[in-house]
Every structure is written in structure tokens, then in C-alpha cells.
């Protein structure tokens, strides 16, 4: 049996996600880059060795207790709440059942560190940890903006303990875990956090999934003529601000316009139903409806799939604390045209990779879109760079920073210890 104090034994590490399987596809349900970075994160981590177990909320009757993924990865559906898909904001009321259950869990089932995704998983993580001495690490992936501040747009409080439950946790947790310098700066500013704590960890992307239209491996309809197509993906939220990328492709000379192809559907809450009507609405109103596309929540291999069929990716989201699809992007060779916000300044090279918009001025959208199309050498310029800087990110560098953060975590821990 290895030395329980050696540095390089394995890890048995818990990841927290009460509010959506890292199993959904992101663009359903509450699924997003959340669970893409998980999943990934926690593959990578078990490549390597280490016992990863995956615990989230039973959301479906059918679904098994515990599942065996795959060699050293586990997941587990605890009992909280009704086993169906509820709100998001709903999932506060279920905290407290999910904290049991988590307790039950982690009673039978040794760990070494808990990682606790959204505010949701910290809260209810937080006691247990504490009650069996365990280390805890945050993640927030997104975080509420007061009503008085400029990010309010489309990151308003889901539910209403979460303005007070994100800053409890900054300045509870063991240690809190970013994606982005933009992430760091609103923990630090809006949540008071420590900054000996806050560890930058960027995410990776999978560059032999996500590949580009000229390489070897991609399917035939790669390189068959057609129409110019733009593409976004995520779910159907305000945050995202397809609405911006409709208004824009709308302003495009028609010489050059884009087919729109959206990916993605509606988060189960009135928000999102309403956003998606609205969506609808502007089509029709821009005469649209022959050149906009929606094709629902694909898989990772479709989307990869989809990729090598487009000439731009868009992504005019208000905020992002990272830009995970802008990743995936780069890594097929796409070009993307983004909002300049949160973390979308650290996944697109402006000028170089892509394009960052401070503006929300369709207009300016809409320039910026034309300018790329009609120039195929600074398309294909971007494209080849995109690609290069999407091969400096991999989900196996994501494992190696946050398992340093866990090995710290852990030493801390330590009878003896400062921590313990």
C-alpha cells in the first residue's frame, strides 16, 4: 500500500454538481461548459490514475445509484428533491437533502478532497466537509451580479440565496478554482475573496475531436461547396445573446450573408421559454427564416461535426468566465467574432484568432462578420493560428494545475499541519 503521505500516490477525489449531470450535453437542460469541464477534468484525472467520483442529484427515476464510467470514475445519483428535471432556481430548496445524502455517501465512501461546482454544490458540500475533515475547493463557473452593478444583464440571482451563499463561500472554502484572470477578478472584487486562495486552472479542449475542415480526417461534406454559414452554441438564455447575432446577420450585405446556424435549446424555466419565442420572433421579423437553422442540442462529436461545416463561429454572450465553445472553435480551425467579455478576452486572440467586440451595436457586429467573409486570406489566416493556440490547451495541462491544487489541499490537511 503506497505511503498515505507520499506526494505521488493517487488522489481520491470527489466532484460536487448538484444541479446537472456532468453527463448532460451542454446546450440541454442546465447543461453547459460546467459540464464539459467537469467531465473532461475528471477523465483526465482518472487517465492519470487517480479515483475520481462524480456526485450529483438524481434527476431521472431510471437512473442507477452509482455508475461505473469507465477505469477510476464513478457516478453517483443522490436522492434530493423529485427524480425529475426541475428549474434551476428550484434547486435551492433541495440543498439540505442533497447535503444528507451527501453525508450518507461520503460516510461509506472515503475521499481526500471535495471540489464543489456553482453555489448550489458548495453550500450544500461545505458542512460535510467540515464534519469529516475534508479539504473543499470552489468553483464558481458563473456568479450573481447585484441588481446595481453593469454585469446585472442576464446574471441575475437564480434564486434568492445565492448572492449571499457565493460570498460565504469565497470566504469559507479551502481554496477556489478559476478558468480566467476575469473569473479571478470577480471573485476577488464581488465576492471579497482571498487571492492567496483563488487558483487560476484554464480549461482544455479536445484537439483530436475538434478538428479543422482542411485536415485529413474530416468527412467529405467538409469540403463540398456551400452557402457561407456562421454558427453559435449554448443554451437558449439572455446571457448568451443569440438575439445580438440575429440583428447582425440581418445588417450583413446579402452578397456576403451568412446562413445561422444555432445549437442549443432552452434551460427547463420560463426565462428560456420566453428567450426562445423571442428568438423565433426576430427571425420572422428579419425575413430570416430561409437562412437561420436550429438544430437542437448535438452531442460532442456531432457539434465537432458541425464546426468543420462553418466559416464563423459567434458569441455575443453578456458575460463568460471563459468562452469554452470560442476553444472549440480555434481547435477546428473557425474563425470566431465575440463579445469582448469576462474570459472571451483569454480564449480568442483578438486580431489574431478571432475578433472581440466591445461594442453590441449590430452594426459593428455586422462589419466585423462581413470583413472576415470577404477576405479569404484573413480568414484563412485565423483559421491556421486558431488552430495553433487551440493545441497549447489540453484537457491533461487542466488536470496537472488543479490536481497541484488538490496535492496542496491535501498536504494542509495533514495532522500537524497549519490548515489542520
Same mark, same amino acid.
Not at 26 to 50: I, S, W
Not at 251 to 272: I, K, S
Given at each position: 500500500?503506497?505511503?498515505?503521505?507520499?506526494? !505521488?500516490?493517487?488522489?481520491?477525489?470527489?466532484?460536487?454538481?448538484?444541479? +446537472?449531470?456532468?453527463?448532460?450535453?451542454?446546450?440541454?437542460?442546465?447543461?453547459?461548459?460546467?459540464?464539459?469541464?467537469?467531465?473532461? @477534468?475528471?477523465?483526465?484525472?482518472?487517465?492519470?490514475?487517480?479515483?475520481? !467520483?462524480?456526485? +450529483?442529484?438524481?434527476?431521472?427515476?431510471?437512473?442507477?445509484?452509482?455508475?461505473?464510467?469507465?477505469?477510476?470514475?464513478?457516478?453517483?445519483?443522490?436522492?434530493?428533491?423529485?427524480?425529475? %428535471?426541475?428549474?434551476?432556481?428550484?434547486?435551492?430548496?433541495?440543498?439540505?437533502?442533497?447535503?444528507?445524502?451527501?453525508?450518507?455517501? %461520503?460516510?461509506?465512501?472515503?475521499?481526500?478532497?471535495?471540489?464543489?461546482?456553482?453555489?448550489?454544490?458548495? $453550500?450544500?458540500?461545505?458542512?460535510?466537509?467540515?464534519?469529516?475533515?475534508?479539504?473543499?475547493?470552489?468553483?464558481?463557473?458563473?456568479?450573481?451580479?447585484?441588481?446595481? +452593478?453593469?454585469?446585472?444583464?442576464?446574471?441575475?440571482?437564480?434564486?434568492?440565496?445565492?448572492?449571499? /451563499?457565493?460570498?460565504?463561500?469565497?470566504?469559507?472554502?479551502?481554496?477556489?478554482?478559476?478558468?480566467?484572470?476575469?473569473?479571478?477578478?470577480?471573485?476577488?472584487?464581488?465576492?471579497?475573496?482571498?487571492?492567496?486562495?483563488?487558483?487560476?486552472?484554464?480549461?482544455?479542449?479536445?484537439?483530436?475531436?475538434?478538428?479543422?475542415?482542411?485536415?485529413?480526417?474530416? !468527412?467529405?461534406?467538409?469540403?463540398?461547396?456551400?452557402?457561407?454559414?456562421?454558427?453559435?452554441?449554448?443554451?437558449?438564455?439572455?446571457?448568451? /445573446?443569440?438575439?445580438?447575432?440575429?440583428?447582425?446577420?440581418?445588417?450583413?450585405?446579402?452578397?456576403?450573408?451568412?446562413?445561422?446556424?444555432?445549437?442549443?435549446?432552452?434551460?427547463?424555466?420560463?426565462?428560456?421559454?420566453?428567450?426562445?419565442?423571442? %428568438?423565433?420572433?426576430?427571425?420572422?421579423?428579419?425575413?430570416?427564416?430561409?437562412? #437561420? @437553422?436550429?438544430?437542437?442540442? %448535438?452531442?460532442?462529436? &456531432?457539434?465537432?461535426?458541425?464546426?468543420?461545416?462553418?466559416?464563423? #463561429?459567434?458569441?455575443?454572450?453578456?458575460?463568460? +468566465?471563459?468562452?469554452? #465553445?470560442?476553444?472549440?472553435?480555434?481547435?477546428?480551425?473557425?474563425?470566431?467574432?465575440?463579445?469582448?467579455?469576462?474570459?472571451?478576452?483569454?480564449? $480568442?486572440?483578438?486580431?489574431?484568432?478571432?475578433?472581440?467586440?466591445?461594442?453590441?451595436?449590430? &452594426?459593428?457586429?455586422? &462589419?466585423?462578420?462581413?470583413?472576415?467573409?470577404?477576405?479569404?486570406?484573413?480568414?484563412?489566416?485565423?483559421?491556421?493560428?486558431?488552430?495553433?493556440?487551440?493545441?497549447?490547451?489540453?484537457?491533461?495541462?487542466?488536470?496537472?494545475?488543479?490536481?497541484?491544487?488538490?496535492?496542496?489541499?491535501?498536504?494542509?490537511?495533514?495532522?500537524?499541519? &497549519?490548515?489542520?
Amino acid at each position: 500500500m503506497p505511503d498515505v503521505l507520499s506526494d !505521488e500516490r493517487p488522489l481520491r477525489i470527489a466532484f460536487v454538481v448538484l444541479h +446537472t449531470s456532468p453527463l448532460d450535453e451542454p446546450g440541454t437542460k442546465d447543461a453547459g461548459g460546467m459540464n464539459v469541464v467537469v467531465l473532461a @477534468q475528471a477523465e483526465a484525472l482518472a487517465a492519470r490514475g487517480h479515483q475520481v !467520483e462524480l456526485i +450529483t442529484r438524481r434527476s431521472d427515476p431510471d437512473s442507477a445509484p452509482t455508475v461505473q464510467l469507465r477505469e477510476n470514475l464513478c457516478l453517483h445519483n443522490l436522492d434530493a428533491g423529485p427524480a425529475r %428535471l426541475i428549474a434551476k432556481g428550484e434547486h435551492e430548496h433541495v440543498i439540505r437533502e442533497f447535503q444528507d445524502a451527501l453525508a450518507t455517501l %461520503l460516510g461509506e465512501l472515503p475521499v481526500d478532497v471535495l471540489h464543489a461546482q456553482h453555489w448550489f454544490s458548495g $453550500v450544500a458540500a461545505l458542512p460535510v466537509a467540515r464534519e469529516f475533515g475534508i479539504p473543499i475547493a470552489q468553483s464558481f463557473h458563473s456568479i450573481a451580479a447585484d441588481s446595481s +452593478t453593469p454585469l446585472a444583464d442576464g446574471e441575475r440571482a437564480e434564486s434568492p440565496g445565492r448572492l449571499a /451563499g457565493e460570498a460565504m463561500l469565497a470566504k469559507s472554502v479551502d481554496a477556489i478554482v478559476v478558468v480566467s484572470r476575469a473569473e479571478r477578478d470577480t471573485v476577488l472584487s464581488r465576492l471579497g475573496g482571498d487571492p492567496a486562495i483563488t487558483h487560476i486552472v484554464p480549461p482544455g479542449v479536445d484537439a483530436d475531436l475538434f478538428f479543422p475542415a482542411w485536415d485529413a480526417r474530416a !468527412e467529405p461534406a467538409a469540403h463540398e461547396q456551400r452557402p457561407r454559414r456562421a454558427l453559435s452554441a449554448g443554451r437558449l438564455h439572455p446571457l448568451k /445573446g443569440f438575439d445580438l447575432a440575429l440583428d447582425a446577420i440581418a445588417e450583413v450585405d446579402a452578397d456576403v450573408r451568412p446562413d445561422y446556424v444555432l445549437v442549443g435549446a432552452a434551460p427547463p424555466d420560463a426565462d428560456g421559454r420566453e428567450y426562445e419565442a423571442r %428568438l423565433h420572433d426576430a427571425v420572422e421579423q428579419h425575413g430570416l427564416a430561409d437562412h #437561420v @437553422q436550429y438544430i437542437g442540442s %448535438l452531442s460532442r462529436h &456531432a457539434l465537432a461535426a458541425q464546426l468543420r461545416l462553418v466559416d464563423l #463561429v459567434l458569441i455575443p454572450s453578456h458575460s463568460e +468566465t471563459y468562452g469554452l #465553445v470560442a476553444l472549440e472553435a480555434a481547435a477546428s480551425g473557425v474563425p470566431v467574432v465575440a463579445s469582448a467579455a469576462g474570459g472571451l478576452r483569454e480564449a $480568442v486572440v483578438d486580431g489574431v484568432t478571432g475578433i472581440l467586440l466591445e461594442t453590441r451595436d449590430p &452594426a459593428d457586429w455586422a &462589419a466585423a462578420i462581413a470583413g472576415i467573409l470577404r477576405q479569404s486570406e484573413v480568414a484563412e489566416r485565423m483559421s491556421r493560428a486558431a488552430r495553433e493556440h487551440a493545441l497549447t490547451h489540453s484537457w491533461d495541462l487542466s488536470a496537472e494545475g488543479l490536481l497541484s491544487v488538490f496535492r496542496d489541499l491535501v498536504a494542509q490537511a495533514r495532522p500537524g499541519s &497549519a490548515r489542520a
